[in-house]
T-cell receptor, first 112, second 113 residues
Framework: NAGVTQTPKFRILKIGQSMTLQCTQDMNHNYMYWYRQDPGMGLKLIYY???????DKGEVPNGYNVSRSTTEDFPLRLELAAPSQTSVYFCASSQKETYGYTFGSGTRLTVV | LAKTTQPISMDSYEGQEVNITCSHN???????ITWYQQFPSQGPRFIIQGYKTKVTNEVASLFIPADRKSSTLSLPRVSLSDTAVYYCLVGAAANQAGTALIFGKGTTLSVSS
């Protein structure tokens, strides 16, 4: 049981480039989330999804897009990368919003 | 979503019991209280969750008073490996769609030998 898998683990982007952070879970969880964590800070919610085909904005959605075409996958798209998007990105899933979240190991992104 | 307040940092020694208290004065009737642990360079890990009174598992205990306006995470006999950031979160009700947990800055626990 792999849990939540995030790829890539590390990435360096140039300003203005775009990329997709991949997130896959094999626990058949309906709820999935994207958080970012800046150095020494807590996690900020970017987007979340309560099921396939349903997504909603979190605290800091600007500059990002998501899609949820299947229960398993919840990719995060960065368009026109900016230095302010340098952060560690965590994907998580849960069976219900009140249940414990299972987090992936994170993607460390640097925009230069 | 209810806002939580917890200490920024705490220090302890190996073998001691550590209690981290979290305030959540505007908790809603159906909200749950959840605690996570995060080590450097890792994603948060679920520790324990409760609604009222006391919950205990193999890792920690969670004490919730009757008014539910606060909660205390208790870590028995901590070791160096318990050095981490601990987050207290108040979650949405099970019957509310379209919500997600909001993480604060957490409490950085440092355990020394």
């Amino acid at each position: 049981n792999a849990g939540v898998t995030q790829t890539p683990k590390f990435r360096i982007l140039k300003i203005g480039q775009s990329m997709t952070l991949q997130c896959t879970q094999d626990m058949n969880h309906n709820y999935m989330y994207w958080y970012r964590q800046d150095p020494g800070m807590g996690l900020k919610l970017i987007y979340y999804s309560v099921g396939a085909g349903i997504t909603d904005k979190g605290e800091v959605p600007n500059g990002y897009n998501v899609s949820r075409s299947t229960t398993e996958d919840f990719p995060l798209r960065l368009e026109l990368a900016a230095p302010s998007q340098t952060s560690v990105y965590f994907c998580a899933s849960s069976q219900k919003e009140t249940y414990g979240y299972t987090f992936g190991s994170g993607t460390r992104l640097t925009v230069v | 979503l209810a806002k939580t307040t917890q200490p920024i940092s705490m220090d302890s020694y190996e073998g001691q019991e550590v209690n981290i208290t979290c305030s959540h004065n505007n908790i809603a009737t159906n909200d749950y209280i959840t605690w996570y642990q995060q080590f450097p360079s890792q994603g948060p890990r679920f520790i324990i969750q409760g609604y009222k009174t006391k919950v205990t598992n193999e890792v920690a205990s969670l004490f919730i008073p009757a008014d539910r306006k606060s909660s205390t995470l208790s870590l028995p006999r901590v070791s160096l490996s318990d050095t981490a950031v601990y987050y207290c979160l108040v979650g949405a009700a099970a019957n509310q769609a379209g919500t997600a947990l909001i993480f604060g800055k957490g409490t950085t626990l440092s355990v020394s030998s």
